[in-house]
């Protein structure tokens, strides 16, 4: 099977996780350094991996612009990601979004973000110390995709975001939670009538613990359902990559950043 995987200064991470999984996985690094958005027509699945801060104007939240360091940001990234989220939609294609994947994919759907958890809601915990990530509990939802997947209603995973889901997004519900107002998994309202995809706010990738259900059986399922619902795959060497329309691109942000801090 063949997936797509967008870059990320840790994208090694996440290449290794799918080649170390019992079925043999081509993969194909999405990059709009590599300008190959047409490459998504060519996977059978796709991970939006994490990353840096969504740009806060495209959750139409332009006060925040002075408040966020820009240097967490990168505006090409979320151009392309995001027609890499339209296209896997239209192509119908199984997606599994980590971390900053799973905030880009609310966002797209109209959804919002707490822009820093420590400033909005006090609570410590989630993000990363001295490098270093932290450990948490979730609470999974009964009767979700993900509780069918783990065969969990709670457990233990990794965790390293200052960020998460604030509103949905169009036709998403909570999967997990940790504590409130804290989501950490998203997933269709009506899952079983749409093709695969769960968001989640850890690392399955990068667990130490890689047989936990929340990284292996996450991998697992991602995958089964590749081969459950396999489509042909393109193997035309000549295929012109379709160049990014940024007047086509939803929530696009002004031209100009203004850094009032």
Known sequence: MRIGITDCARYANYERWFLDAPEKVDIIRLSYHLNNLGDVEKCQG????????????????PDLVGRVEFTDIDEKRD???????????????PILSICRGMQL??????????????????IDGHAKIQGI???HEILVGEKTLLNEITGCVK?????????CVEKLGAELEVAATAEEPIIEAIQWKNANENPFYLGVQWHPERMVDQTSPFSFNIRQAFLDYIVKHEKPLSND?????????NNEIENKPPPQIIDNK
């Open 79 to 93: 151009d392309f990601e995001i027609q890499v989220i339209k296209r896997s939609l239209q192509l119908k294609l």
């Open 237 to 245: 060497t000549n295929e012109k990559d379709e160049s990014i329309n």
């Open 105 to 122: 994919f609310n966002v797209y759907h109209g959804g919002t973000l707490i822009y820093d958890i420590p400033t909005v809601t006090k």
């Open 155 to 163: 457990g233990a995973v990794n965790s390293s975001h200052h960020q």
């Open 46 to 61: 796709i991970v939006l991996s994490g990353g840096e801060d969504v740009d806060p104007r495209r959750y139409k939240r």
């Open 133 to 135: 990530d932290q450990r």
